[in-house]
């Protein structure tokens, strides 16, 4: 993904705050707020038609060298392209390539009530590891994560 890729990801994006389900940002941020939050490589989009059907990309867990290893998935489908296997392909090349990159273990923050993530995640390799009750409060609902992990096959 790059700054031309923003408007078409960012529409998508903000799908997913709509939903109340898939992110705690109440506002999709500017392309350089992302840029900035967000590592330079693992960021792929995924067409369907010529038209952006979602998109993933990698944050850094950490600014300590010690977890240079390990970074969190974002990933976002258009309500259009839902349940076509857009979301799986695009999963398993960021694992891919967050390998090849020295990732050795990627983490997914879900909403508990967010069915279809928690299966992708299971589908493309992800264990859950635990469960935040009421961690956050967005527009006034107490909301419940599971904290899912995958270990790189490399370490």
Known sequence: MQYADWEAAAS???EGIETGLATFEEKV???EEWDQN???NCRFVIEKNSE???WAALSPVSARSAYRGAAEVSIYVS???RGLGGGERLLTRLITESEA???WTLQSVVFRENRSSLRLHEKTGFRTVGYREKIACLHGVWQDT???EKRSQLI
Request: aromatic fraction near 14%; charged fraction near 15%.
């Open 12 to 14: 998508i994006y903000a």
């Open 146 to 148: 599971v904290l899912m």
């Open 101 to 103: 990159e020295g990732i």
């Open 29 to 31: 941020p500017s392309w």
């Open 38 to 40: 967000h590592m330079k």
């Open 52 to 54: 952006m059907a979602g």
């Open 79 to 81: 309500s259009r392209f």
